[in-house]
Nanobody, 121 residues
C-alpha cells in the first residue's frame, strides 16, 4: 500500500515563504507525475504545479515566478517552494502522484491528505 505524507503548511505573513513536502512510501517502481493542487475556501481544487517525467513543468499563471516544484526520485519526494506569498494563496494544498507499482504497472493515482496554508497579517 502506498501512502503520501505532506508536511510544511502553516501561517505566514504576506511576502513570506513556505516549503511544502510530500513523501511517498510503499512498493513504488516509478513516480510519473508529482503535482500540487490547492483548494481555497468556497472554490474548486485547482492545479498549482505539475512535474511529469518527459514533459515541461507546468505552473498556474497565478504562481509563475513565485513557486517552484522539484522532485527527488530516489526518495519519491516532491517539494513546493512558495515565495512572495499572497493572501490569495491561502488554501489547503494537496500533493498528487501518478505512480507505478508492481500491482499497477500502468499507473495509479494517489492524493495526500492536504495541508493548510494561511497567508495573513
Amino acid at each position: 500500500q502506498v501512502q503520501l505524507v505532506e508536511s510544511g503548511g502553516g501561517l505566514v505573513q504576506p511576502g513570506g515563504s513556505l516549503t511544502l513536502t510530500c513523501a511517498a512510501s510503499g512498493n513504488i517502481m516509478t513516480v510519473r507525475t508529482m503535482a500540487w493542487y490547492r483548494q481555497a475556501p468556497g472554490k474548486q481544487r485547482e492545479l498549482v504545479a505539475d512535474d511529469t517525467i518527459g514533459i515541461r513543468t507546468k505552473y498556474a499563471d497565478s504562481v509563475k515566478g513565485r513557486f517552484t516544484i522539484s522532485r527527488d526520485n530516489d526518495k519519491n519526494t516532491a517539494t513546493l517552494q512558495m515565495n512572495t506569498l499572497k493572501p490569495e494563496d491561502t488554501g489547503v494544498y494537496y500533493c498528487y502522484f501518478d505512480l507505478a507499482t508492481p500491482t499497477f504497472p500502468m499507473g495509479v493515482e494517489y492524493w495526500g491528505e492536504g495541508t493548510l496554508v494561511t497567508v495573513s497579517s
